[in-house]
């Protein structure tokens, strides 16, 4: 860990200075030396932490009494509406893109796969947390039920949400890499805290990252589409806040 530290010290050191350098006048630089310090990061955490590395994993007595709802809380979308009027009964989660066999499931078929839970702290980019514990089916077994295409690169959550709460407003998404995508605690997540997950923490479904920060654990999941690029999503930029300037790998 302090070998870790000290890497993603030195990187963000020499980041910095190299902004600094760039000026106002160098801002496209500027972006692209902070893009280039972003993949120094996630290539220089993975060659530190083996791949399956785990987050940790508290007990139900270290439960938050009141885990934080954040962001868009309560979607005005039509979709959405009707669905959660109907109690989600007619929800389904599609799996499409670059994928040998196209999923549609509802959330008894979700709850039907072999289920996990795990209690794990959010981290939030504004500086607070909370634990909660999660149930649901790894994102893994729904990837190999649907089969990848060699060109698969990126796992994209499609939601129902935008966070500026206008019907027709820019839907929230976010995305991972399959290194992320096939982590033993990456889970999509239908239940919280030993109950079905409410409206303010993402029902019906939401993802569950436990090594990135909580503006990646996706919430009210729409569609789930594989690709082999983000050039043609949102911005291009691989996720609603990283099309706004966040970044887009925010391992923890």
Same mark, same amino acid.
């Given at each position: 860990?302090?070998?870790?530290? $000290?890497? =993603?010290?030195?990187?963000?050191?020499?980041?910095?200075?190299?902004?600094?350098?760039?000026?106002?006048?160098?801002?496209?630089?500027?972006?692209?030396?902070?893009?280039?310090?972003?993949?120094?990061?996630? &290539?220089?955490?993975?060659?530190?932490?083996?791949?399956?590395?785990?987050?940790?994993?508290?007990?139900? /007595?270290?439960?938050?009494?009141?885990? #934080?709802?954040?962001?868009? !809380?309560?979607?005005?979308?039509?979709?959405?509406?009707?669905?959660?009027?109907?109690?989600?009964?007619?929800?389904?989660?599609?799996?499409?893109?670059?994928?040998? &066999?196209?999923?549609? %499931?509802?959330?008894?078929?979700?709850?039907?796969?072999? /289920?996990? =839970?795990?209690?794990?702290?959010?981290?939030?980019?504004?500086?607070? =947390?909370? !634990?909660?514990? $999660? =149930?649901?089916?790894?994102?893994?077994?729904? %990837?190999? *039920?649907?089969?990848? @295409?060699?060109?698969? @690169?990126?796992?994209?959550?499609?939601?129902?949400?935008?966070?500026?709460?206008?019907?027709?407003?820019?839907?929230?998404?976010?995305?991972?890499?399959?290194?992320?995508? &096939?982590?033993?605690?990456?889970?999509?997540?239908?239940?919280?805290?030993?109950?079905?997950?409410?409206?303010?923490?993402?029902?019906? %479904?939401?993802?569950?990252?436990?090594?990135?920060?909580?503006? #990646?654990?996706?919430?009210?999941? #729409?569609?789930? *589409?594989?690709?082999?690029?983000? /050039?043609? !999503?949102? &911005?291009?930029?691989?996720?609603? $806040?990283?099309?706004?300037?966040?970044?887009?790998?925010?391992? !923890?």
């Amino acid at each position: 860990m302090n070998r870790r530290r $000290w890497m =993603t010290g030195a990187l963000s050191t020499a980041l910095a200075a190299t902004v600094a350098a760039c000026g106002q006048a160098g801002t496209s630089i500027a972006h692209q030396a902070r893009r280039m310090g972003e993949g120094l990061t996630r &290539r220089s955490q993975r060659l530190i932490l083996p791949r399956d590395a785990l987050a940790p994993t508290y007990s139900r /007595a270290q439960i938050s009494p009141d885990f #934080k709802a954040n962001g868009s !809380i309560d979607p005005v979308a039509s979709d959405y509406l009707a669905l959660k009027a109907g109690g989600f009964a007619d929800y389904r989660l599609t799996l499409e893109g670059l994928v040998e &066999r196209p999923l549609s %499931l509802s959330l008894a078929e979700l709850r039907a796969r072999p /289920a996990q =839970t795990q209690i794990t702290k959010h981290d939030c980019v504004e500086g607070w =947390t909370s !634990i909660g514990e $999660w =149930t649901g089916v790894r994102l893994e077994t729904l %990837l190999d *039920e649907a089969g990848l @295409k060699p060109e698969a @690169k990126y796992v994209v959550f499609h939601c129902f949400d935008a966070l500026d709460q206008q019907e027709g407003g820019e839907r929230y998404y976010e995305s991972i890499d399959l290194v992320d995508a &096939r982590h033993p605690q990456t889970i999509l997540a239908y239940g919280m805290n030993g109950g079905t997950l409410r409206v303010p923490h993402g029902a019906p %479904l939401r993802l569950r990252v436990e090594r990135q920060l909580g503006y #990646k654990h996706a919430k009210y999941i #729409k569609r789930i *589409e594989v690709v082999d690029s983000f /050039a043609n !999503i949102g &911005r291009g930029r691989g996720g609603y $806040w990283p099309d706004r300037g966040y970044e887009w790998y925010a391992g !923890i």
